[in-house]
């Protein structure tokens, strides 16, 4: 299963391009809207993307998700992790237990 990575940040291009993933290093909105569509249309299994591209293409995201089961999209952080780390692991922790 191929992999493809969309990424704003050229060091977490750069470090899964060395791993053999291909990808696209996108520096604004359009550009990222048109590579995701493109990859999303090929015969990836799994769609990497950066949590701010995430972010800012979410609504092409979920039209998408909704509609196909291929391929799986998943958020990546950058080299600088997640926005809001703490609390991420916090609201793991508690969905896990059921608080």
């Known amino acids: 299963m191929k ?9 977490t291009y750069v ?3 060395l791993a053999g993933i ?3 290093y996108v520096q604004n909105i359009e550009s990222a809207k048109a590579v995701f569509l493109d990859a999303a249309s090929k ?3 799994i769609i990497l993307l ?6 800012r293409i979410k609504e092409e995201v979920i039209l998408h998700k909704e509609k196909n ?3 799986l999209i998943t958020v990546i952080p950058d080299r600088h992790g ?9 609201n793991y922790i508690k969905e896990s237990i059921g608080l």
Do not use: F, M, V
């Open 3 to 11: 992999s493809y990575l969309i990424s704003d940040n050229r060091d």
């Open 15 to 17: 470090g899964l391009r």
């Open 22 to 24: 291909e990808g696209a």
């Open 43 to 45: 015969d990836y299994g």
């Open 50 to 55: 950066t949590e701010k591209i995430y972010h």
């Open 69 to 71: 089961d291929l391929p």
């Open 82 to 90: 997640y926005d809001n780390n703490k609390e991420k692991i916090t």
